[in-house]
């Protein structure tokens, strides 16, 4: 029995240059060839105005447990309440000039928080609770 000699398979390269070449033609092709400009801003202008700038003076109320104050003024009532804010915001339209500020004292419960807070914006005003760093706010009693 005669053996046959073997023969080792050759892998036929000459696809590879072809695939390599149309790599390299696609890749050209597909390359963008303009520069980017970035996105077109529209920037504010460097004028300086000469209007005066208005200091906002935002209505601050304290609400406690039994009392409410708007400044330093006590207020009677919810009702007291809802009419010095109108007073206030009488003559301010800008959404940033009918800020009313509320500071709440630990012991107040939320439902005299939420009365507060709905009588103000019943009454035209925007509320903002200040909270300091750590507190909770109002208890959930």
Do not use: C
Not at 38 to 51: A, N
């Amino acid at each position: 029995m005669k053996r046959r000699p073997s023969s080792q398979p050759e892998i036929p390269l000459t696809s590879t240059s072809d695939v390599a070449f149309l790599l390299l033609i696609f890749f050209l092709v597909a390359a963008s060839t303009g520069t980017d400009r970035g996105r077109k801003l529209d920037l504010p202008s460097t004028e300086k105005t000469t209007e005066p700038i208005k200091e906002a003076t935002n209505l601050e109320i304290t609400v406690g447990a039994e009392t409410l104050k708007a400044g330093e003024t006590e207020l009677a009532d919810i009702d007291e309440l809802k009419a010095v804010v109108r007073d206030h915001l009488a003559d301010r339209t800008e959404p940033s000039e009918r800020v009313v500020m509320v500071n709440t004292a630990e012991e107040v419960t939320y439902q005299r928080w939420s009365d507060v807070f709905v009588a103000i914006e019943t009454s035209g005003g925007i509320p903002v609770p200040q909270i300091e760093e750590g507190e909770s706010g109002p208890s959930q009693e």
